[in-house]
């Protein structure tokens, strides 16, 4: 997907992109690709790989969801910002703070922040399951995402204790999320979540199946959870 095509493909979806927010774009590529090579921030470093599989596959999530509005929005293990500093480039209005475990990885946002020049977004070195317990962010936020982190059962407890009551968790997955699906239900009706919608698609071009998954935080979440670092991840809410 060149650049056009990504223009374009968003303005079909009503999404409409300035000049100055696709030169944020170009330069997000590049910071991107310089500060690869000095760490291991993706594999994917192709020009047009990058806007179809990490800029477009990011901003998918407000095909579903409206994000042109003041959110605060918290992305849990965002690795080089994705889903959530697409979504922010192309809805400035919002306010994102990203969670991620390793320090390097937040001095890399650091400085793509300050290339792009966006104001309202915040980077905290945590482990989610830390994070999830401050009183200052455990349900504070109107949006959690996350996108290819963990299962959904384990991504469920890292996320919801974040989401406010009435707030929405949004995940971004891949091929395997049906089978997730089942594994992850009850874990999310424990966390105090409920199943909104589940929208599935396939990417353009390569065709690689997507799902949007929107859960509604309807009650709070139990002081339990998220439960110690790893915890999650070895014995999921089952």
């Not at 293990?77 to 969670?99: M, W, Y």
């Not at 698609?201 to 959870?225: M, N, Q, W």
Request: charged letters at 30%; glycine letters at 6%.
């Amino acid at each position: 997907m060149n650049k056009e095509q990504f223009r374009n493909s968003l303005q079909e979806k009503g999404i409409h992109v300035s000049d100055e927010q696709m030169e944020q774009f170009d330069t997000y590529y590049r910071v991107l690709v310089e500060w690869n090579e000095k760490m291991n921030l993706t594999a994917i470093t192709d020009e047009e790989e990058v806007y179809l599989k990490h800029f477009y596959d990011s901003i998918t999530a407000a095909f579903y969801f409206d994000f042109d509005k003041e959110l605060n929005i918290c992305d849990v293990g965002a690795g080089a910002g994705f889903p959530s500093l697409p979504i922010k480039i192309a809805f400035p209005n919002i306010n994102v703070t990203i969670v991620d475990s390793l320090k390097k990885r937040i001095t890399f946002l650091d400085h793509l922040k300050e290339q792009l020049g966006l104001q309202n977004v915040q980077f905290i070195h945590d482990r989610a399951e830390t994070f999830g317990k401050n009183k200052l962010y455990r349900e504070s936020f109107d949006v959690v995402t996350a996108r290819a982190v963990a299962r959904m059962a384990v991504l469920s407890e890292l996320c919801l204790p974040l989401v406010k009551v009435n707030g929405i968790f949004l995940a971004l997955k891949g091929s395997n999320f049906k089978e997730e699906e089942r594994d992850s239900r009850k874990a999310v009706q424990v966390l105090g979540g409920v199943w909104k919608q589940v929208h599935t698609f396939h990417l353009p071009e390569e065709e690689s199946e997507r799902s949007i998954v929107i859960i509604e935080k309807k009650k709070a979440t139990p002081k339990g959870y998220p439960r110690k670092p790893g915890v999650p991840n070895k014995n999921p809410i089952q």
